[in-house]
């Protein structure tokens, strides 16, 4: 099963954001947009969850039209975790993890990815299980809105700037839970400013620039030629 985007443009009431973009995600792959802020990266992940005004072209999943509302999308196994790390501030983090439990649908013979496997993977979550999310650091709601989205049991992550503004320690935090959630076959649409932490956990590599795709390139060929990449993520000083 894949996720697809096939010539998709998006719409913002009369503005046209992105045009005819084209990405496949494959299971347990990582697949990484890059592009410089406003090119139409947050808003190809917001096309695929139903969240902008109007679409053209295809989105499907496993071959079959993915449409309807948001929570829709999310029972069918494709899940956002926004750059504003929108957790429920008046939960507790075990109540935030337990929301995602009962929300997820699991497929046959699919086995769970249970909340002790994120405590093991974040354990500084573990320390803070009976806390108020909303009183939590901007780091550690990082962490807590992955570790709800790895409990839904996706089958697709679509992972907006995960790591911006976060310390090193958390960075490596985020890092490692993407590696670990290829390892389990989901597949993950990662947008995302670091070229470096993006070639060190990429698949696959398209830029986008103006709401198009400019560039695509596959792992060795990107680490290869971070340059190219580099060229594209520079802003051009006259």
Same mark, same amino acid.
């Given at each position: 099963?894949?996720?697809?985007?096939?010539?998709?443009?998006?719409?913002?009431?009369?503005?046209?954001?992105?045009?005819?973009?084209?990405?496949?995600?494959?299971?347990?792959?990582?697949?990484?947009?890059?592009?410089?802020?406003?090119?139409?990266?947050?808003?190809?992940?917001?096309?695929?969850?139903?969240?902008?005004?109007?679409?053209?072209?295809?989105?499907?999943?496993?071959?079959?039209?993915?449409?309807?509302?948001?929570?829709?999308?999310?029972?069918?196994?494709?899940?956002?975790? &926004?750059?504003?790390?929108? $957790?429920?501030?008046?939960?507790? *983090?075990? %109540? +935030?993890?337990?929301?995602?439990? #009962?929300?997820?649908?699991?497929?046959?013979?699919?086995?769970?990815?249970?909340?002790?496997?994120?405590?093991?993977?974040?354990?500084?979550?573990?320390?803070?299980?009976?806390?108020?999310?909303?009183?939590?650091?901007?780091?550690?709601?990082?962490?807590?809105?992955?570790?709800?989205?790895?409990?839904?049991?996706?089958?697709?992550?679509?992972?907006?700037?995960?790591?911006?503004?976060?310390?090193?320690?958390?960075?490596?935090?985020?890092?490692?839970?993407?590696?670990?959630?290829?390892?389990?076959?989901?597949?993950?649409?990662?947008?995302?400013?670091?070229? &470096?932490?993006?070639?060190? $956990?990429?698949?696959?590599?398209? *830029?986008? %620039? +103006?709401?198009?795709?400019?560039? #695509?390139?596959?792992?060795?060929?990107?680490?290869?030629?971070?340059?190219?990449?580099?060229?594209?993520?520079?802003?051009?000083?006259?």
């Amino acid at each position: 099963m894949t996720l697809d985007l096939l010539n998709v443009s998006a719409y913002y009431g009369m503005s046209q954001i992105l045009h005819g973009v084209s990405v496949s995600v494959q299971p347990g792959k990582v697949t990484c947009l890059l592009g410089l802020n406003g090119m139409g990266k947050t808003t190809t992940l917001r096309s695929i969850m139903g969240l902008v005004d109007r679409i053209e072209g295809e989105i499907r999943l496993g071959g079959s039209a993915l449409s309807g509302p948001t929570h829709k999308r999310g029972r069918q196994g494709v899940t956002l975790v &926004p750059e504003d790390r929108k $957790v429920f501030a008046g939960l507790t *983090v075990r %109540e +935030n993890l337990e929301v995602a439990v #009962s929300c997820r649908s699991m497929a046959e013979n699919q086995e769970p990815i249970t909340i002790d496997q994120m405590v093991r993977q974040f354990p500084k979550l573990g320390e803070r299980m009976t806390q108020k999310a909303g009183t939590l650091s901007g780091g550690e709601q990082q962490m807590l809105v992955v570790a709800r989205a790895m409990v839904a049991n996706p089958k697709f992550i679509l992972l907006d700037e995960p790591t911006e503004g976060l310390a090193p320690s958390y960075v490596e935090a985020i890092r490692a839970s993407i590696l670990d959630a290829r390892k389990q076959g989901i597949g993950i649409l990662l947008v995302e400013q670091s070229l &470096p932490l993006a070639l060190s $956990v990429g698949d696959t590599f398209h *830029v986008m %620039e +103006n709401g198009s795709i400019v560039l #695509s390139m596959q792992g060795d060929e990107a680490r290869s030629n971070v340059q190219k990449i580099q060229a594209l993520l520079t802003i051009g000083v006259d």
